[in-house]
């Protein structure tokens, strides 16, 4: 079959190989892939282990091809979507790619493979951030009205694809009144302004581009009468630091929950009422953090409630309750995935996933046996 590999990056290269179509685990799914899309850790990986030339692609989604000793759920033929284990072989930059049971899902039959392909990897980070980190209720639980209400909540970076799913799956717990979340506070680029306000989940949507997001906040959160005690930082990159306008507008006395997309900037000095957490969505198939950002049992809750999220996300999509993010698929499919690692590599996507259809790549059949 037909695979491609990032070979390097600056600019990024990438080269296709032949391989065997691989066989599942006894708890896996083969794929055959009709659609993948890219996500920032395809060339982030990269950048980190440079001597790695390997199969980047996480998000999957196509028919099961094969299925292992020990799967239940699925059989041969089934529109499906899923997460590929990270940083194991048989990724989704392939003609048929290995995931794990648990972080497959079936794609219901109002969702293409296309938008199907933007899903795995981005929802289940909003989710864990969320559901697993800031103890956001979940969206079926119901509250006794004497009990702690949840309050508001702001979602930095709601224009990102994970900062846009972190919204859809908050207004879903908003609906339910019994919980008592809101407002939603969500922050964006002027450019993702239209895409945020699409989702009619935030309550208000602050453009960080003005310069004065702390402030608008505040007001915010003034007028409401309402102090901040959660939030969700999806950028937290070291480059940009938003976290910086982020943990201001947390509340001053008693303890407040701030989750981050990513790991760096050990050096920052929180505050001492902060709980600051990092989300890991290798959680979504149980697999702690070598670097302790996720422990061994929290990563088992993880992988018990991303089987659950991503079968409620499945029902939600088929009911039209959430959208995938909108995608662009770019022409000649995995030929093109050095093109679109380049474009996020130089930060040029915004308010959409990049996505490739395998059929459309010039020349498979000369990697078949
Ligand atoms: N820890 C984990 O397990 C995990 C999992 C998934 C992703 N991540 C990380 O999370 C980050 C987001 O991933 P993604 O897939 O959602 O990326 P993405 O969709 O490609 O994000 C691009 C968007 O980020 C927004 N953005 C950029 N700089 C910003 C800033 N200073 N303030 C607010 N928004 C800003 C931009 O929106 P505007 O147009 O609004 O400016 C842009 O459209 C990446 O760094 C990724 O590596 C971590």
Redesign the pocket.
């Known amino acids: 079959m037909y695979e491609i590999c990032v070979q390097s990056l600056r600019p990024v290269k990438t080269v296709a190989i032949k391989s065997p179509i691989p066989t599942p685990g006894p708890n896996q799914v083969c794929i055959k892939v009709i659609a993948t899309s890219s ?3 395809d060339w ?1 990986v990269p950048a980190i282990f440079p001597e790695r030339c390997a199969n980047e692609g996480d998000d999957i989604a196509g028919v099961v091809h094969a299925v292992g000793a020990e799967v239940q759920e699925f059989r041969l033929g089934d529109r499906v979507a899923g997460f590929h284990r990270m940083l194991e072989p048989h990724g989704s930059y392939a003609e048929y790619a290995i995931e794990p049971e648990v972080s497959t899902f079936h794609l219901p039959p109002n969702i293409s493979f296309e938008a199907g392909s933007t899903i795995p ?2 929802a289940m ?1 909003a989710a864990i951030a969320l559901f697993q980190h800031l103890m956001l209720p979940l969206p079926w639980q119901t509250l006794h009205e004497s009990m702690p209400k949840y309050g508001a909540l702001l979602i ?9 799913w972190a919204l859809k799956l908050a207004k879903l717990v908003k609906e339910n009144k019994s919980l008592g979340v809101g407002p939603i506070i969500a ?6 302004l239209e895409l945020v306000e699409s989702f009619k989940a935030a309550d208000y949507i602050v453009d ?2 003005q310069g004065t997001v702390v402030a608008d906040v505040r007001k915010i959160l003034e007028k409401e009468g309402k102090e901040l005690r959660h939030a969700f930082d ?4 070291s480059d ?1 630091k ?1 976290w910086e306008n982020v943990f201001p507008c947390l509340a001053k006395k008693g303890t407040v929950w701030m989750n981050m ?3 760096s900037e050990e050096s920052v000095v929180w505050p001492s009422n902060m709980v600051v957490s ?5 959680g979504a198939y149980g697999e702690h953090d070598p670097d302790g950002y996720r422990n061994r049992e929290d990563a088992i809750l993880d992988g018990e409630f991303s089987y659950c999220m991503y079968r409620y996300i499945a029902r939600q999509l088929k009911q039209g309750r959430v959208t995938p ?1 909108p995608y662009v698929v770019l022409e000649k499919g995995l030929e093109s995935v050095a093109k679109g690692l380049q474009l ?1 590599y130089d ?1 040029k ?3 959409k ?1 990049l996505v490739y259809r395998v059929a459309d790549t010039p020349h498979l059949e000369e990697y078949h046996v």
């Open positions: 996500n920032p850790k982030q990897l981005t980070t930095y970076g709601a224009g990102s694809a994970v900062g846009a922050v964006a680029g002027t450019s993702s960080y581009k999806a950028i937290s990159h940009t938003t997309t990513d790991p990092r989300v890991y969505v290798s993010h996020l930060g996507v915004h308010g996933k």
